[in-house]
């Protein structure tokens, strides 16, 4: 369960960059914007990226960095803005459902 949250939240956080953003854009952001909670590792964030770029998800290129060797940048691709759209949906009725448990 927590791999299909992570690749969500990494496809949330790459589709809010238009222009793209480097892998520990990445990670200091899915950090900062869930308080923590999602805190990843390299091990854990590049798998995820190099999963979604082996399914058409998302871009990369490479852009030279002003503090040393050049950096891959991550842009959705079309397919990986309609696969974000979807799992926002899936999980907005699952997270509505499970509200309803709690009653």
């Not at 950096?71 to 999980?91: A, Q």
Request: proline share 2%; hydrophobic share 35%.
């Amino acid at each position: 369960m927590r791999r299909g949250i992570l690749q969500y939240a990494v496809l949330a956080v790459v589709q809010r960059h238009m222009d793209g953003i480097h892998g520990y854009g990445i990670a200091r952001e899915l950090e900062e914007r869930t308080d923590g909670l999602l805190e990843v590792k390299e091990g854990t964030l590049y798998p995820i990226l190099h999963r979604l770029k082996k399914e058409r998800l998302v871009n990369v290129r490479t852009e030279e960095s002003e503090s040393g060797p050049k950096r891959k940048v991550y842009v959705l691709t079309g397919e990986g803005d309609r696969v974000y759209r979807e799992l926002s949906k899936v999980l907005g009725d699952i997270y509505e459902k499970l509200r309803e448990l709690q009653k």
